[in-house]
């Protein structure tokens, strides 16, 4: 057992006691994040002069040792420390002697374990907007490519009015691009420095905060040490934003499966991205899609629970709060894994564009339409609405389509159709005339299909006040080359 405390002790920790209390099994993913904090913070003591320079360097030395020790696999972190902190300084200690017992100076667990979190999940926030970007990519071409594959527009999964494939797609385009922004704001709103708040009331020692935050790429130090060591709200806001993801994908999904199945045939998924049934040799299963919406609920899971652990906590640490780490590993790994695969399985997909443009043409979806043609020739639209139900009810009864039917038929029913009507009914024309912003016509779609692609040639990772989520390199490379 190697911990960082005892010395107020008699007796040694019960091992039961001891397994229950270490998070090393699962906090040693924050070894990057934890040698990046001490460097930082190292830096800044010995700018405030509270450290040696020989000091410094003894320690930096030591920090960045041990951070290409375990890279390499030469040394190997085990359940033996208490957890990363512990296992850090207790490595450093081992190597560098004395000067590595300096390193905690001014700082306490509390407020290393909240800078290890924010960085942590702040790469993880850039990361997973950079997957969404890459779906986004793939979903632009799939819209470039299908302004004119016809296919029905559902509600309550009856089919509706004619859409288009590209329709379709551009409608996940703006959830994943709102996703986008949602990480964004979280990204900008966290960007703060925890170190520095000590374990809840700062130090006496005279830190540089500003320096510290500076160092590591934050827009400045955290206003209140207790907040500043208990709270996660950060993390609660990213396992949204990552459950609203999930929700998207997930519904995706679910469409993706009906697409797919023998009834519709409006894709196929690639092989690739298909599995088998060990006992039905003709069978090729949607496995991917159906896995990325039941991991949906684990996301979610993640959310519930860190909600739940958060809420009756009083100021400021509690261990409590060290279940933020492992269900929130989890959903990270979960959501950006399903967001990868997601990508490759839309991106090598085929789309059975004749089946599509026959199921449009089928179940009235140009009924709507056929109305509007009324409307057009100076029918009140009630009373459109019922004569075209009366058409659907004769078309049924024939199991034909309104345009069908012949001229006479059709004047039968109402004096008012004449040849016309065939071309206002038509496919084409239904997606052609629906030509306002948003509306799935051509040309509408080709200036969002132009915004979209204005929106992806820019970054918002790459603008010029976001010095966040890099290290700051003048600073902060100069002392460690040394
Ligand atoms: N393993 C702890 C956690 O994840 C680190 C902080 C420990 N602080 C303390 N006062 N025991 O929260």
């Not at 905060?209 to 609660?236: H, K, Q, W």
């Not at 052609?432 to 692609?453: F, S």
């Amino acid at each position: 057992m190697a911990q960082l405390w005892g010395g107020r002790f008699t007796k040694e920790t019960d091992q039961l006691v001891y397994n229950f209390n270490a998070s090393i099994s699962f906090d040693q993913k924050f070894l990057q994040q934890d040698i990046e904090g001490s460097i930082a913070h190292v830096i800044m003591l010995a700018k405030q002069g509270i450290l040696k320079k020989e000091e410094k360097d003894a320690i930096l030395k030591g920090l960045t040792g041990i951070r290409e020790d375990v890279e390499a696999g030469k040394l190997a972190i085990t359940e033996e420390y208490e957890d990363i902190h512990s296992f850090v300084e207790a490595n450093l200690i081992e190597r560098i002697g004395d000067a590595g017992k300096k390193l905690h100076t001014g700082r306490s667990r509390n407020d290393q374990v909240a800078l290890d979190m924010r960085l942590y999940i702040r790469l993880e926030v850039l990361q997973t907007d950079g997957l969404l970007k890459e779906l986004l990519t793939t979903l632009l071409k799939m819209m470039e490519d299908n302004t004119e594959t016809y296919m029905p527009g559902f509600t309550h999964l009856q089919k509706a009015q004619p859409v288009t494939l590209a329709h379709h797609a551009g409608a996940y385009f703006e959830m994943f691009k709102r996703d986008r922004s949602r990480l964004k704001d979280i990204f900008y709103r966290m960007n703060y420095c925890p170190l520095g708040a000590g374990a809840l009331a700062g130090t006496t020692y005279p830190l540089d905060r500003n320096y510290t935050a500076s160092l590591l790429g934050f827009e400045g130090p955290t206003l209140n040490s207790m907040d500043s060591v208990s709270d996660r709200d950060y993390v609660i806001e990213f396992l949204a934003a990552l459950s609203t993801i999930m929700m998207h994908l997930s519904r995706f999904c679910e469409e993706i499966i009906i697409w797919n199945s023998n009834e519709y045939r409006f894709v196929e998924i690639d092989d690739a991205y298909s599995t088998g049934s060990s006992i039905m040799p003709q069978k090729k299963n949607p496995d991917i899609a159906e896995l990325v919406r039941g991991k949906t609920g684990r996301v979610y899971g993640a959310l519930m629970s860190m909600l739940t652990t958060m809420k009756g906590i009083p100021l400021a640490y509690n261990k409590d709060m060290q279940e933020d780490k492992e269900l929130t590993f989890d959903a990270i790994d979960t959501a950006k894994g399903c967001l990868a695969l997601f990508e490759g399985m839309v991106r090598t997909m085929k789309f059975n564009r004749d089946v599509m443009e026959k199921s449009a043409m089928a179940g009235f979806t140009n009924a709507t339409d056929a109305a509007d043609y009324l409307v057009g020739k100076g029918v009140p639209f009630r009373d459109a609405h019922g004569i075209i139900g009366r058409l659907v009810l004769y078309c049924i009864d024939k199991n034909c389509s309104i345009e069908d039917l012949s001229i006479e038929e059709l004047k039968e029913i109402s004096p008012v159709f004449e040849e016309d009507v065939y071309g206002a009914v038509s496919l084409k024309t239904c997606v052609e005339k629906r030509l306002t912003i948003g509306a799935p016509g051509p040309k509408a779609m080709q200036e969002v299909i132009r915004m979209h692609r204005e929106y992806l040639s820019k970054d918002w990772q790459d603008e010029d006040d976001m010095f966040g989520g890099r290290l700051n390199e003048t600073l902060y490379r100069e002392d460690i080359k040394k």
